[in-house]
């Protein structure tokens, strides 16, 4: 009998979902943005350009689109794009700082069922959040839950990234998704972006590893998890989910100029397919890429082959083997077996690759909450450029 995850391997006619930053402005610096976001990218996507890519997700039948950046809500056409596409039946989910989430604006999200909230927060007490994601941060992202919680949106979702920090503050993140009405959603930290500067001193220790395991076994159903952590299988009971790399099988990820990657969490031109503005499309790119169709071909394991749960692990994740500098057919670097750590020591320094492209901002975060923006400059990078601070 054919498993559903065995059909996945070798790839859809259309991805299930996929990640598309619209923009790479945001008003945070955070330390470990898988896209090292900031500034805007003058060269992005005009809105013409981004309706065309919805009239194809439309057409090929994609059931959602995860949109993130950068912060998307600051990008002017933000909700213009959002109501174009569930206006033709394409469901959207979009992470954000909360900086934007007004009553006004809560409301108006939660009455579109086609619409999927995430506030990103990455702990449970200030300390710990503003620490990662900049100060006052953690106090937006409350703000923004009481408005989405007050507008009567239900399930909306408090993400979170896991660090060695907030590990110890799982039960404390579900109690704050519960007293808002929201689902918890965890995500794996990866060398991604910035992430690559802090990777060492963020990722979860061995021991917090078996804790989150052990934690995330205990709330089986209870919690999300984006099937980000299938390599903690190897403790020995499979997580929920497809425990598979979906990148380039069943995901993938635009960029605010529409390049287009295998994997959200790899942007480097290793696992670049092509761009929406090539004549074929995104649905050339996702059909036709030699390196989506190398991706669903069989993957035979390399030096993982031989272990006893590669069938649940798969080796792991590719974004974090490639840029902590491991070859893609070994070990996860985060391998619970702990093959990882020997070959993590073997490291040459200098050869580990770097993520492509650094939009950070040149003079450091900027923290001011954001009301209305009125029209400025496409050409303008300032990802701030004609906002006014929010009155008190």
């Given at each position: 009998?054919?498993r ?14 996929l ?8 008003n ?5 943005c ?26 090929m ?42 009553p ?26 503003d ?54 959603r ?48 190897a403790?020995g ?9 979906g ?14 990657y ?21 649905a ?33 994740c590719m ?6 500098g ?39 975060p ?27």
């Open positions: 009998m054919t559903l995850v065995d059909l996945f391997e070798h790839g859809l006619d259309a991805p299930i979902c990640t598309w930053e619209l923009t790479y402005a945001c945070l610096s955070c330390a470990h898988l896209s090292s976001s900031g500034r805007r990218d003058p060269r992005e996507l005009t809105t013409a350009e981004a309706k065309a890519v919805l009239d194809e997700f439309k057409a039948q994609v059931f959602y689109v995860n949109i993130g950046g950068g912060e998307p809500t600051v990008r002017p056409d933000f909700f213009e794009l959002l109501d174009y596409a569930t206006a033709h039946h394409v469901g959207v989910k979009f992470s954000t700082n909360g900086v934007r989430i007004t006004d604006v809560a409301r108006r999200l939660a009455a579109n069922d086609y619409v999927d909230v995430q506030i990103s927060l990455d702990g449970a007490t200030a300390d710990v959040n620490a990662v994601r900049g100060a006052g941060s953690y106090d937006t992202a409350l703000r923004a839950m009481g408005h989405l919680a007050d507008a009567g949106m239900k399930n909306f979702k408090l993400s979170v990234v896991c660090t060695r920090h907030n590990i110890p503050q799982m039960d404390d993140f579900k109690a704050l998704a519960d007293r808002y009405g929201a689902q918890l965890l995500t794996r930290l990866r060398p991604s972006g910035r992430g690559a500067d802090v990777w060492d001193e963020l990722h979860p220790l061995p021991a917090q590893q078996r804790q989150l395991y052990d934690w995330l076994v205990a709330h089986d159903g209870e919690v999300l998890t984006g099937d980000s952590f299938f390599h903690l299988s403790y009971e499979p997580l929920s989910g497809l425990n598979l790399c990148a380039g099988r069943v995901v993938c990820l635009i960029d605010p100029v529409g390049d287009v295998a994997c959200p969490f790899a942007i480097h031109d290793e696992f670049l397919a092509g761009s929406v503005r090539d004549a074929g499309g995104f050339g790119v996702w059909r036709t890429s030699d390196l989506f169709q190398r991706l669903r071909q069989p993957q035979h394991g390399g030096a993982c082959a031989s272990c006893a749960f590669y069938d649940t692990c798969k080796g792991g974004a974090a083997k490639f840029f902590t491991l070859p893609l057919d070994g070990p996860d670097p985060e391998c619970v077996r702990g093959y990882g750590e020997q070959l993590l020591a073997d490291r040459t320094p200098g050869h580990v690759p770097k993520p492509s492209g650094d939009h950070s901002h040149r003079t450091g900027v923290l001011v909450p954001l009301t209305r923006r009125p029209p400025v400059s496409e050409c303008d990078e300032n990802p701030v450029a004609g906002l006014s601070p929010a009155a008190p």
